[in-house]
């Protein structure tokens, strides 16, 4: 059975710090791995999505790394902004069931003015 | 439309009522997703669509929860004789492809509040 972890469960830092966010699966045999968003009372916004055959994806402050093997993936933020402050999830997408996303339970970011 | 459109944003309804949710997805989006996240937990799989049909409807959490698809476009989840624990925000999600590789996108959510 798959199973989807991010630690840490919530995170609280100043404006302006770098910071990685951690997601772990116990199953490698995924066919990729997607980075979500969420604003309180709102829907997920995708951030990234990294391919099993990839090793990470960008996209402007954020940069997402997938390691198949190990089971692990990490989003890192940089120079972190008020506006940043959100619910962050992980999920993938198994290779056995590849239509059903596996979420984790998220990390909650507030970023301090 | 743009992005995944549900309906009601809010629904508030008393024990034992049917309610129905709708989900219009991307256009041209094959594949449907039914999510159910609980407050202060994690997303809990429903249902998939993929064109009209089901394959998987393994996540529903009982029988009187069912969900359609027509014309390969909106759904509809419907819950019957409503519970307290049915309480949550349902959300709905597309993607492009059928297959595995599609990048999933996620409507605002329905949040059902059972009195």
Known sequence: KQEVTQIPAAL???EGENLVLNCSFTDSAIYNLQWFRQDPGKGLTSLLLIQSSQREQTSGRLNASLDKSSGRSTLYIAASQPG??????CAVRRMDSSYKLIFGSGTRLLVRP | GAGVSQSPSNKVTEKGKDVELRCDPISGHTAL?????????????????????????SGLPSDRFS???TGESVSTL????TQ???SAV????SSLESMNTGELFFGEGSRLTVL
């Open chain 2, 78 to 81: 419907t819950i019957q004789r």
């Open chain 2, 67 to 69: 969900a359609e698809r």
């Open chain 2, 90 to 93: 349902y959300l709905c999600a």
């Open chain 2, 33 to 57: 997703y039914w999510y159910r996240q609980r407050l202060g937990q994690g997303l809990e799989f429903l249902i998939y669509f993929q064109g009209n049909s089901a394959p998987d409807k």
């Open chain 1, 84 to 89: 940043d402050s959100a619910t962050y999830l």
């Open chain 1, 12 to 14: 609280s830092v100043p």
């Open chain 2, 84 to 86: 307290q624990e049915d």
